[in-house]
């Protein structure tokens, strides 16, 4: 995983390579698993960017005292 600062906010680039073992049907069971785990991380950034975006940041933390 690589986290880039972009203009309004951070370019994250993930890589990951597997592979299962299995005769004949592995290279499916590759690409079903591949495709889920894609969609489960676009998920993941997605519900984290609309969480950042709604609470408050650090300086408006600190102003209201809730920042340690």
Known sequence: VVFAPVTGGTLVKWDSRFSISLPIIGWLLERIA???????????????KSQLESSPTGEQRAAEGSLQ
């Open 34 to 48: 591949g495709r889920k785990m894609q969609a489960i991380f676009q998920q993941l950034l997605r519900r984290a």
